[in-house]
């Protein structure tokens, strides 16, 4: 049985390979605070949320663990981790004791505040060297392509029948 030949590139492998070639200019500064490339999107995740109003009491570890990209047992040894070094707070949800809330503490808001320098200093060379256009072309079709890829796989099938 003769296999069929692919048409389109390998669009995961390139995505991996783009996010490799971004990280490979992050993860020094990663390095540089001890900190891995998990703990990282963990502390990014608190950072964001945590001057938001819903972000105040701590993130819910479940959120934490979709935004971060983070498989739950994986998350719980980050945490872990990122508590036995102070940076991050884990405690009961107010509004539902089941749930464990997540909040990053001083230290690991000044390392988000210091990392962030660097990281936007690269992406601003991203921009110099790619165009502002261009740049935000690949996070508008970035978007898409999350967008398409998460919406129902029965919508889709229904349009084309």
């Avoid at 935000?136 to 898409?144: F, G, H, K, R």
């Amino acid at each position: 049985m003769k296999q069929q030949a692919f048409v389109h590139r390998n669009l995961p492998r390139l995505l991996l390979q783009a996010r490799e070639a971004v990280m490979t200019h992050t993860r020094p500064s990663l390095r540089e605070h001890g900190l891995s490339d998990q703990q990282w999107r963990v502390l990014r995740v608190l950072g964001e949320h945590a001057n938001s109003k819903d972000g105040a009491e701590g993130v819910e570890t479940g959120r934490v663990a979709r935004e971060a990209f983070l498989l739950g047992p994986s998350l719980t040894g980050v945490l872990t981790r990122m508590e036995r070094d102070g940076l991050i707070e884990r405690s009961r949800c107010s509004q539902d004791a089941r749930r464990t809330v997540v909040r990053a503490t001083p230290l690991g808001l000044s390392k988000v505040a210091k990392l962030s320098e660097a990281i936007e200093a690269h992406y601003a060379w991203m921009e110099s060297e790619l165009g502002k256009q261009k740049l935000a072309q690949l996070y508008q079709l970035l978007d898409a392509v999350i967008q398409l890829e998460t919406s129902p796989m029965d919508e889709a099938i229904e349009e084309m029948e």
